[in-house]
């Protein structure tokens, strides 16, 4: 589909309402993904399609058998935008997409069915009354109670996330695939539950069939510069604090090169970002303002780099992985889906 503002340079196009882009998932590279989800849905035998539509973020309302997808996933010219925005698009590829469409699948048919409220479930995935905060909750890498599909073990954030994990992995495999690959694991016994569930769903209809959609991009008159000024304020709230003594015992190690801590770091900058995201599973805005917070600290502080780097190196990363990873089991985690 052809649109006027798909040729405006970013700063145009950042003064729209998002309500005026009018995209739309027909004809859009989202059509596609939408019915590979129904027909997936359909190969089990489950009943209900989840209305999905536009909206600000990736999320199934509250209560609502809805998926809402965001925006800008629906043209590549905003998808260029939040790329250049957030620096990464959630759910930009084929997979990445299928992933979370599956996901938000698990909670628009917790909606339809009301599941976690009934008998039986509580036992299985955990109390979901607890208060809800996927964004701070300590994963343990290495539990087998859990099934293993978005990153950052996000099954484990809260219950409700532990059946839509769990949903996603059982619709996205074959039956003996899943029973092979968590053979052994506990996260089997919710696998199992969950198929059983699904077989009791074949032949009811839901209690729940009308979809309420939330925060619907064609009706926001947020123009996109407002969107990602909120977007990047939430994401960047609350780093990891950046400690002065860390940084002086980090570089003023050894015989005095001829840069400075700064430099360095800014020749380093794409490395270290991308080795950050890739290990920490952390969105790729966040560990960028982390090593921008750093440059600037370490010029505020004059320091000088040590003239060998591969000592240097290995302490910066271990040290970065070590913050972000920190900040992840007891700040704010920033991830939600
Ligand atoms: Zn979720």
Request: with cysteine.
């Amino acid at each position: 589909m052809q649109f006027a503002w798909a040729d405006l340079p970013d700063n145009e196009l950042l003064k729209l309402r998002i309500c005026d882009l009018h995209v739309r998932i027909e004809g859009s590279e989202l059509e596609e993904r939408v019915h590979e989800l129904y027909s997936e849905l359909a190969a089990r035998g489950l009943p209900v399609r989840p209305d999905c539509y536009l909206g600000d973020e990736w999320f199934s309302p509250e209560g609502s058998p809805a998926i809402a997808i965001p925006f800008y996933l629906a043209h590549p010219r905003l998808r260029q935008l939040e790329l250049h925005q957030m620096l990464e698009v959630e759910g930009g590829t084929y997979e990445w997409c299928m992933q979370i469409l599956r996901h938000e699948c698990g909670h628009a048919y917790d909606h339809a069915y009301q599941f976690s409220s009934a008998d039986g479930w509580a036992e299985i995935f955990g109390d979901r009354d607890i208060e809800y905060q996927p964004e701070t909750y300590r994963p343990r890498p290495y539990s087998k109670s859990f099934v293993r599909h978005l990153p950052n073990w996000y099954a484990q954030a809260h219950p409700d996330e532990d059946f839509a994990e769990t949903f996603a992995v059982w619709l996205s495999s074959p039956v003996d695939e899943w029973r092979s690959q968590y053979r052994g694991w506990n996260a089997l016994k919710k696998l199992e539950f969950v198929n059983e569930l699904m077989g009791h769903v074949r032949s009811q209809p839901p209690v729940v069939f009308k979809a309420r959609r939330l925060w619907e991009a064609s009706r926001s008159r947020r123009t996109l510069e407002k969107y990602y000024g909120v977007k990047r304020k939430l994401y960047a709230e609350d780093f990891p604090d950046i400690y002065d003594a860390d940084l002086r015992a980090i570089f003023e190690k050894g015989e005095v090169g001829d840069e400075s801590a700064a430099q360095v770091m800014r020749r380093l900058r794409n490395v270290l970002i991308a080795a950050i995201v890739r290990w920490t599973g952390q969105r790729k805005y966040i560990g960028s303002e982390l090593v921008a917070r750093l440059i600037s600290r370490c010029r505020e502080l004059a320091l000088p780099a040590p003239r060998d780097h591969t000592r240097l190196l290995i302490e910066l990363a271990a040290y970065l992985a070590a913050l972000v990873t920190n900040h992840l089991h007891t700040g704010r985690f920033k991830r939600s889906y």
